[in-house]
């Protein structure tokens, strides 16, 4: 695969090196900042070998901890919750305050003969901390205590990011089915990241399906061990945008701003700002060839009236007739590459790769020097990253 073997892609020895040496070494996607609005709000994520939960206390403070009771190291918290006034471990109902601190142990004084004489918090058994810190409206999590700051390492890409404002917008989907995006894709997270930041297949696998986008016309580059792109509206989608759009315009976008920016943070979130919606794509590796796929959809906040209204107004725009979205291939819906659906396209050609990779015939036979120039980037650092560590470790 150029900088990566073969083996990166299928092997688990190289799925628990990236686990080991990537994921619980960088900062890691963990939700939005409304997922924890309150006191007692919390949530709990998967950053490599570490499970972390973030946790709002009392005093207003975002806090991350280890989600391992210091008891017997059994989970405390479970996805996503409201309101805990404490954090009580299921299995001998240990209780933890919101800041992390032993604060009860049941029938102390009968069973632990053994546990210091200080008060609980000073017996050197309050949870173990990990770090948490927002960027554009997302919560990250670092399983390090004393963790590099944030913007140490988002810095360089945030100059080409969009002007969309996260936190001034509302997941849409809560006006529709109150569900989240997920697929779980049968492919290495690897092939799903270099088939985002491919720009030489956008023209071709979607040529039917993204061209409301102009492709020729497409800056993209790195920025650290992040990727960046942007591509403007064709100008025949640009004249009827207002109309056009699926979705209500984002405000204060200038015309010549709107478009698509797509970057990629490393290691394993990217986001898709455009002129009506902003999403986080998260691909969350579950195996050497498995990969779930989680992605959450932002929308201007305005009324279900005027959200409808933008819709329907889009669906009779003359525009789609031109540059709507039809299949690369001719046939029923539910072929993925007749369905008209640029996701659908991208998901069956990550898998279709996948299994190419088993057999002993595989090789990359070139790659184009500007539009795939990122795939072996990300290739690179990936090694980097994996070597780094596992030589000091
Ligand atoms: Fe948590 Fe025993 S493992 S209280």
Same mark, same amino acid.
């Given at each position: ?146 963790? #590099? =700051? +944030?913007?140490?390492?988002?810095? !360089? ?7 969309? *404002? &996260? ?99 490393? #290691? =394993? +979130?990217?986001?898709?700002?455009? !002129? ?7 691909? *969350? &590796? ?108």
């Amino acid at each position: 695969m150029h900088e990566l073997p073969v083996d990166a892609y299928t092997s688990q020895e190289w799925f628990n090196l990236e686990q080991e040496h990537i994921f619980s070494k960088t900062w890691q996607f963990a939700g939005l900042v409304e997922d924890v609005a309150n006191a007692g709000d919390y949530i709990s994520v998967q950053a490599g070998l570490n499970n972390i939960f973030i946790v709002k206390g009392k005093d207003n403070r975002l806090r991350a901890f280890h989600n391992m009771c210091r008891h017997r190291g059994t989970q405390l918290l479970r996805a996503v919750g409201k309101g805990k006034k404490a954090i009580t471990c299921p299995y001998h109902d240990w209780t933890y305050n919101l800041e992390g601190k032993l604060v009860s142990i049941p029938k102390k004084e009968e069973e632990f003969p053994d546990l210091c004489n200080k008060e609980l918090h000073d017996c050197g058994l309050n949870l173990h901390e990990a770090s948490v810190d927002i960027f554009k409206g997302m919560l990250f999590v670092h399983p390090e205590k004393d963790a #590099p =700051n +944030i913007m140490e390492f988002f810095g !360089e890409v945030e100059p080409y990011l969009g002007p969309h *404002i &996260p936190e001034e917008l509302i997941e849409y989907q809560e006006k529709k089915d109150g569900a989240f995006y997920t697929k779980e894709i049968n492919a290495n997270w690897k092939i799903i990241v270099e088939n985002y930041i491919d720009q030489y297949h956008l023209a071709h696998l979607h040529e039917d399906t993204l061209n409301m986008y102009d492709h020729a016309k497409a800056e993209f580059g790195w920025a650290g061990p992040h990727y960046y792109f942007f591509e403007p509206l064709v100008p025949e989608y640009l004249a009827d945008v207002k109309n056009a759009s699926p979705y209500p315009l984002m405000d204060k976008m200038p015309e010549d701003k709107m478009g698509a920016y797509v970057p990629w943070l490393f #290691p =394993n +979130i990217g986001i898709t700002e455009s !002129e009506s919606a902003w999403n986080t794509f998260h691909a *969350i &590796p579950l195996a050497p060839d498995r990969t779930l796929v989680v992605i959450r959809s932002k929308t201007m906040n305005v009324s279900e009236w005027e959200y409808t209204k933008q819709y329907t107004k889009s669906m009779s725009s003359k525009v789609w007739q031109n540059i709507g979205n039809k299949g690369k291939y001719e046939g029923d819906a539910s072929d993925p590459m007749a369905s008209g659906n640029f996701m659908e396209e991208d998901v069956y050609a990550c898998e279709q790769q996948q299994k190419s990779l088993s057999s002993p015939l595989f090789s990359v036979g070139a790659q184009a020097k500007n539009g795939e120039f990122a795939v072996r980037k990300f290739q690179s650092v990936v090694k980097e990253w994996v070597e780094k560590y596992r030589d000091n470790d």
